[in-house]
């Protein structure tokens, strides 16, 4: 059962345009949210977060929206660079039995084209 | 700065082999964490440890046992690997275990069971 989804495995965006990711989540006790980028070869770093009281945080070129009645957040990255191109992974943060617990999504590819 | 080292990068196994993955982090966080990665997937939690000398299950603990002998260091061995356990497997650690925190991530170890 997957409670985090991102429907889309990859995604091009000409450099200079907005590239736009999505996820959805099940389960409304989620209330905190995490963007890890992850190049190849590496590990995931972390981006940009959210916690559920907000409906938008922004971070340079980096947005994250939050749609709670949708359970539905997404990613902005304008102007898109080439810099960019990585995947990204959504994830909802919970803290369980004394650890913090991530559960991610798929992860979407993006590829920005000169 | 180190962060979090993993060894080895890659190896190949075959079945019913054992062997003993390597976290080792220099930032003195309390917690660690082992994910697996498979492909359409998002990473899954196989094992945490909130501090030194403590271990506890996640989401996919079966075929893998865990040791934090000391702060810096989070093991991870299979003791009879299967190709199912043919994954990326990502080291974790975090200074906190509220639900804001920023998990720092190893580069990965690409393991090949045969």
């Known amino acids: 059962d997957q409670q985090v989804k991102q429907n889309s495995p990859s995604l091009s965006v000409q450099e200079g345009r907005i590239s736009i990711l999505n996820c959805d989540y099940t389960n409304s006790m989620f209330d905190y949210f995490l963007w890890y980028k992850k190049y190849p070869a590496e590990g995931p770093t972390f981006l940009i977060s959210i916690s559920s009281i907000k409906d938008k945080n922004e971070d340079g070129r980096f947005t994250v929206f939050l749609n709670k009645s949708a359970k539905h957040l997404s990613l902005h990255i304008v102007p898109s660079q080439p810099g960019d191109s990585a995947v990204y992974f959504c994830?909802?943060?919970?803290?369980?039995?004394?650890?913090?617990?991530?559960?991610f999504g798929q992860g979407t590819r993006l590829t920005i084209n000169p | 700065n180190a962060g979090v080292t993993q060894t080895p990068k890659f190896r190949v196994l075959k079945t019913g082999q054992s062997m003993t993955l390597l976290c080792a982090q220099d930032m003195n966080h309390e917690y660690m964490y082992w994910y697996r990665q498979d492909p359409g997937m998002g990473l899954r939690l196989i094992h945490y440890?909130?501090?030194?000398?403590?271990?506890a299950k996640g989401e996919v603990p079966d075929g893998y046992n865990v040791s934090r002998l000391k702060k810096q260091n989070f093991l991870l061995g299979l003791e009879s690997a299967a190709p199912s356990q043919t994954s990326v497997y990502f080291c974790?650690?975090?200074?906190?275990?509220?639900?804001?925190?920023?998990?720092?991530f190893g580069q990965g170890t690409r393991l090949t069971v045969v």
């Open positions: 440890s909130v501090g030194e000398g403590t271990t």
């Open positions: 994830a909802a943060s919970g803290v369980r039995q004394g650890a913090q617990k991530l559960v």
């Open positions: 974790a650690s975090s200074y906190s275990n509220v639900r804001d925190t920023e998990a720092f």
